[in-house]
């Protein structure tokens, strides 16, 4: 983190902003100041350059073809690769996780190449659309609660040797192979399928990018009596189905 | 039974009579009007039913993600200058709901017919509309319907060959990109307040350009802003042929200014002088409830619906300013959409100095987001509860729309 403070970079709002994908950022930038960080949120449009100087990317879901667009954008410019290389944390969701993988299909129904930044390929899904609440167990290694989600997509994600899953699926489809996996991880780079404003329900996972970004192994408490009564109604919810 | 033009068919009448049978079901068990259930159990026996009741009408459909029930009474009032009107105006506007409110239309000269974005393209080719009149279009319930763009693109297939007269917002790329595919649009810049929407070309999906408020062109391609006939400029349209409109509405705001000047055009393919519609219009005091003011419990309530992040920009825009109560209800069923995620596209940053409550199935979904805004809130339980807290005056109440309908019922309108 710079003298300056925090600088929360949010990638290609204009394509990859579908559906409550900046409640990502507001729940980052809004927890970092409550602990008395100076917060920095940038925007970076398709045609600007991605900064290679940020603390922590969030990259959003969108449609097909936006997809397709920011995977080419971020391959021709190279900026979300060099700032992990700088080792900033990112953490995307949806079609933001495909593009940090080897590949995905595109629009257009042929391969697209991602980022490689995650050690994933994904595919198109044959089947209806994963749509619906989602309850998952996160990797124990990352010491976190119960993740609760909305998904809704159409991908199915096999995981490489190089990245572990994010969580284990008890509700829902998650990378939708069938095996329970959800979303995958490794180091500073994180994907999920639970779309949007996901760190709204799970407070924990932008505290823990806060954490890896400021290392330290924990973090002041706050007030979470919301999103404490948020996530048990969402919990209950999922649990019992009506 | 639509006597005035071909007769239905043995068949017909007894979809439309078991239609009607179903309806009047729904209605004695409580669950709304019943225009809903009606137009379902009347598609079931005759598919070709929407064509035949539709036979003998001049009809006009309404199609937008936002507006779509306001535009169609307020086009229903205009034309009501030239003759009989019949309309779906409760807003049952899939092709069930308007099946049902067609059969209620043998003697009417116009049908105006709000569509569901889905199903513009098949009613469309269904009842050979004479005008087709399309406001806006934006990210709405993205758990049930298809993607903007996709229905964009329906939208586009579906008027290609189409003798309607299309009457198109310039203001919205997606729009106008979905419209130009028909030969005969009029363009009405009737303002779009949400861009999020319509940052990338439709056509192409190059970055757009907008150098001012006005403007958009692809950098890319050049698809752009058409020049429009006709230019909403405070409560006047502009440069239309002949005099500039004066709108006068009862009803508030930016967005129902914009509806009015679209169906001021509507009116005027019909022969409807503008002015004579417009002043039709200014009867219109609210819209299945929408934007009435109840008395409860000595306190002056606006219904207010609003159901995606585009329709609560507009909402804001358009209510009293602090230090007005203002009271937020939302729920997340069937009809809502069952995902909350769209809540963390509107800035309730806008509502800073409002007292703010929130209610409704999901008001824990609103308290957090109101939380992370950093806008000061009350969690209430009830309707009753979050007014009460309130001091006599006007409170404005946004709700979506199954968090509308129960208050709706709670206030008695």
């Avoid at chain 2, 239609?19 to 225009?35: E, F, T, Y």
């Avoid at chain 2, 192409?204 to 403007?215: E, H, I, K, N, Q």
């Avoid at chain 2, 705001?253 to 914009?258: D, M, Q, S, V, Y």
Wanted: aromatic share 6%.
């Amino acid at each position: 983190m710079s003298s300056s403070g925090l600088r929360v970079v949010w990638v290609y709002p204009d394509l990859l902003s579908t559906y409550g994908d900046q409640g990502n950022v507001l729940v980052v930038e809004r927890r970092a100041r409550q602990r008395g960080l100076t917060v920095e949120r940038v925007d970076v449009r398709s045609d600007q350059p991605v900064p290679t100087s940020g603390d922590i990317y969030l990259v959003g879901g969108g449609e097909d073809r936006p997809q397709r667009l920011a995977a080419e954008r971020l391959r021709r410019d190279g900026g979300l690769t060099r700032a992990h290389e700088n080792g900033a944390i990112i953490f995307s969701v949806c079609a933001g996780y495909q593009i940090l993988g080897h590949e995905f299909i595109n629009d257009l129904g042929q391969r697209e190449p991602g980022l490689g930044l995650l050690d994933v390929i994904s595919v198109r899904g044959g089947g209806e659309r994963c749509v619906g609440d989602v309850l998952a167990d996160v990797d124990e290694t990352l010491a976190l609660p119960q993740l609760t989600g909305f998904e809704n997509h159409q991908g199915v994600t096999q995981l490489g040797p190089g990245v572990r899953p994010f969580a284990r699926v008890r509700l829902g489809n998650g990378n939708g192979t069938g095996d329970g996996t959800e979303g995958a991880w490794s180091g500073t780079v994180f994907g999920t399928y639970m779309h949007g404003p996901v760190l709204a329900r799970n407070p924990q996972i932008a505290d823990l990018l806060l954490r890896l970004t400021l290392d330290v192994p924990a973090l002041p408490a706050g007030d979470d009596r919301w999103y404490d009564a948020l996530r048990a109604e969402r919990v209950a919810a999922a649990t019992q189905p009506a | 039974m639509a006597e005035s033009a071909q007769p239905l068919s043995a068949r017909a009448r007894l979809a439309v009579t078991a239609g009607k049978a179903a309806a009047a079901v729904s209605r004695a068990a409580g669950r709304g009007s019943g225009s809903g259930i009606g137009g379902r159990g009347a598609l079931k026996p005759d598919p070709d039913l929407l064509a035949r009741l539709a036979g003998h009408l001049d009809v006009v459909l309404v199609s937008a993600t936002n507006g779509k029930t306001t535009t169609t009474r307020l086009i229903a009032e205009a034309l009501r200058a030239g003759g009989e009107v019949v309309s779906n105006a409760l807003g049952a506007n899939m092709p069930a709901g308007i099946t049902s409110a067609l059969s209620d239309g043998s003697d009417a000269r116009y049908g105006v017919l709000e569509v569901d974005e889905k199903y513009l393209a098949g009613v469309a080719r269904d009842v050979s509309p004479k005008a087709i009149a399309l406001l806006n279009l934006s990210r709405d319930q993205l758990d049930r319907a298809a993607e903007t763009r996709m229905l964009a693109e329906r939208w586009r297939e579906g008027l290609q060959g189409s003798k309607a007269t299309v009457i198109a917002n310039a203001d919205d790329p997606l729009v106008v990109w979905a419209a130009s595919s028909s030969p005969n649009v009029v363009w009405v810049a009737a303002g779009q307040e949400w861009k999020d929407d319509a940052w990338s070309c439709p056509s192409c999906g190059g970055g757009l350009d907008r150098p001012d408020d006005v403007t958009w062109r692809c950098a890319e391609c050049g698809f752009g802003r058409r020049a429009p006939t006709g230019v909403l400029s405070g409560d006047k349209v502009l440069d239309p042929p002949g005099a500039p409109w004066q709108i006068r509405l009862q009803l508030p705001g930016r967005a129902n200014r914009a509806t009015a000047a679209i169906a001021a055009a509507v009116a005027a393919t019909f022969g409807i002088p503008p002015q004579v519609a417009l002043e039709r219009m200014q009867a219109v005091a609210a819209v299945a409830g929408r934007y009435d003011v109840v008395g409860y419990q000595g306190r002056d309530i606006r219904l207010l619906l609003a159901k995606n992040p585009a329709g609560w920009l507009e909402t804001f825009s358009l209510i009293d300013p602090p230090p007005t109560p203002v009271i937020l209800s939302v729920n997340a069923r069937g009809a809502d959409g069952t995902d909350t995620s769209w809540l963390w596209d509107v800035d309730y940053t806008r509502l800073a100095g409002h007292p703010i409550a929130v209610i409704g199935d999901r008001r824990l979904d609103l308290a957090v987001r109101l939380e992370v805004a950093g806008v000061g809130f009350r969690v209430c339980d009830t309707l009753q509860e979050a007014v009460q807290q309130s001091p006599p005056g006007r409170i404005e109440a946004i709700a979506n729309y199954t968090a509308f309908q129960d208050m709706r019922r709670t206030v008695g309108n």
